[in-house]
Structure formats: structure tokens, C-alpha cells
Nanobody, 123 residues
Framework: QVQLVESGGGLVQAGGSLRLSCAASGRSFSRYAMGWFRQAPGKEREFVAGIGWSSGRLYYARSLEGRVSMSRDNAKNTVWLQMNSLKPEDTAVYYC????????????????WGQGTQVTVSL
């Protein structure tokens, strides 16, 4: 089992940047593909970015590609989500998730979830 804890959220002005972190505990972190999702008020949770067991496979939501970058360090049991040129519509709770399949973008494909970190982008 894997426990995930996100951090790094906060209030930022439009055009700014944030770097979210997700620290994992438990066994065999490197065996898991990792993903970031987000959920805005009144909306369904949506896929943001994913990364394979190593850093060799990265995939992003098309609507966010070019503004977000995901990375991982298996030695530190951590993944990050760098978000640039933030917009008010990026306001959401951002969740980290772990799964066994690479390249998947739906919630059901992930086994473990963090509690989320709030990102608020103001004008």
C-alpha cells in the first residue's frame, strides 16, 4: 500500500507559478505510475498529468500541455507538478494518485489517492 501526501498549494495571482509536491510512503514507490488530477468546485475530477515508473514516460492533458510539467524522484519517493502561467480556471483541489498502469487517465485506473491540496488563482 502507498500513502500519499500533497503539498505546495496556495493562493497565486494569474500568470504565476506553483510547484506541487506529493510525498509517498510505503513500499515499492518505484513500481507505481503516478498521476495528478484536479477537481474544481461543481465539476468532476479531471486528469492533469501522469508519469511512468521512471521518468521516461510522461503524458499530459491536452488542455494543459505546455503549462504543466511532471517529474519524479524515486530515491525521494516524491513526484512534483510544476504549473506555469496559471489562470483562474486552474483553481481546484489537486490530487496525487498512484496506480499500476502507465498511460492511463481515468480515476478508476489509480489505486491510491492523497487528500489533495488547494490551488487558488486570483485575477
Amino acid at each position: 500500500q502507498v500513502q500519499l501526501v500533497e503539498s505546495g498549494g496556495g493562493l497565486v495571482q494569474a500568470g504565476g507559478s506553483l510547484r506541487l509536491s506529493c510525498a509517498a510512503s510505503g513500499r515499492s514507490f518505484s513500481r507505481y505510475a503516478m498521476g495528478w488530477f484536479r477537481q474544481a468546485p461543481g465539476k468532476e475530477r479531471e486528469f492533469v498529468a501522469g508519469i511512468g515508473w521512471s521518468s521516461g514516460r510522461l503524458y499530459y492533458a491536452r488542455s494543459l500541455e505546455g503549462r504543466v510539467s511532471m517529474s519524479r524522484d524515486n530515491a525521494k519517493n516524491t513526484v512534483w507538478l510544476q504549473m506555469n502561467s496559471l489562470k483562474p480556471e486552474d483553481t481546484a483541489v489537486y490530487y496525487c494518485a498512484a496506480g499500476l498502469r502507465i498511460g492511463v487517465t481515468t480515476e478508476d485506473d489509480y489505486l491510491y489517492w492523497g487528500q489533495g491540496t488547494q490551488v487558488t488563482v486570483s485575477l
